[in-house]
Nanobody, 116 residues
Framework: QVQLVESGGGLVLPGGSLRLSCAAS????????VGWYRQAPGMQREPVAT???????NYPDPVKGRFTISRDIAKNTVYLQMNSLKPEDTAVYYC??????????WGQGTQVTVSA
């Protein structure tokens, strides 16, 4: 089973930027749709960016124009560039991958805190 390891979280001031990385244990991009999700305390986990096997991306309205998902196929790594961060972006961010007819795989998560 593929394993995912996130990195790059931390504390950032409002208006700042962070780039998260998700390294996969194997080449996943030919079969898997990959996404970033986040979960704030007391809230449900929600998607913030997805990229499918064909490279098409999708973002929900709260992050559209601020977050960008990308991938490096040679490195088996997907990134989340987050700009213009807001306090409401504070959450644990998870990387996730799912192939057709297979169970979704999750990383361990990385904390992002946006605070002055």
């Amino acid at each position: 089973q593929v394993q995912l390891v996130e990195s790059g979280g931390g504390l950032v001031l409002p208006g700042g930027s962070l780039r998260l990385s998700c390294a996969a244990s194997t080449n996943i991009f030919s079969r898997y749709s990959v996404g970033w999700y986040r979960q704030a305390p007391g809230m449900q986990r929600e998607p913030v960016a997805t990229i499918n096997a064909g490279g098409s991306t999708n973002y929900p309205d709260p992050v559209k124009g601020r977050f960008t998902i990308s991938r490096d196929i040679a490195k088996n790594t997907v990134y989340l560039q987050m700009n213009s961060l807001k306090p409401e972006d504070t959450a644990v961010y998870y990387c996730s991958a799912q192939a057709l007819f297979e169970a979704r795989v999750w990383g361990q998560g990385t904390q992002v805190t946006v605070s002055a």
